[in-house]
Nanobody, 126 residues
Framework: QVQLVESGGDSVQAGGSLKLSCEAS????????MGWFRQAPVKEREGVAD????????YYSDAVQGRFTISRDNTKNIMYLEMGGLKPEDTGMYYC???????????????????WGQGTQVTVSS
């Protein structure tokens, strides 16, 4: 069975940086679209960033564009999210997810991500 495990979440001060990791087991990520999502208190889950299987396409939400970088290392079966210039509004539970399928022209929808990690908490203090 596919398992995704996030790590790297921590409590940091505004302006700080964190690097999250998502390690997969039970499957190779080669054919999976991968994404990072987050959910803050009193907010709905939102897509943060995603990346195509070969990393040719990436997406960032307006809220994080220019500050976050998504990447993947298929040889290690790991996906990363580098976060810089962290703001209090970045606080939330961060989840990695995988979508198995073909998405030739559009990004996968949230519902297309069928495998999810348990989440790692990111807290940014002002």
């Amino acid at each position: 069975q596919v398992q995704l495990v996030e790590s790297g979440g921590d409590s940091v001060q505004a302006g700080g940086s964190l690097k999250l990791s998502c390690e997969a087991s039970g499957v190779s990520l080669t054919m999976y679209y991968m994404g990072w999502f987050r959910q803050a208190p009193v907010k709905e889950r939102e897509g943060v960033a995603d990346i195509s299987p070969g990393a040719a396409r990436t997406y960032y939400s307006d809220a994080v564009q220019g500050r976050f970088t998504i990447s993947r290392d298929n040889t290690k079966n790991i996906m990363y999210l580098e976060m810089g210039g962290l703001k209090p509004e970045d606080t939330g539970m961060y989840y990695c997810a995988a979508a198995r399928g073909v998405f030739p022209t559009a990004r996968p929808a949230t519902s297309d991500f069928s495998y999810w990690g348990q989440g790692t908490q990111v807290t940014v203090s002002s």
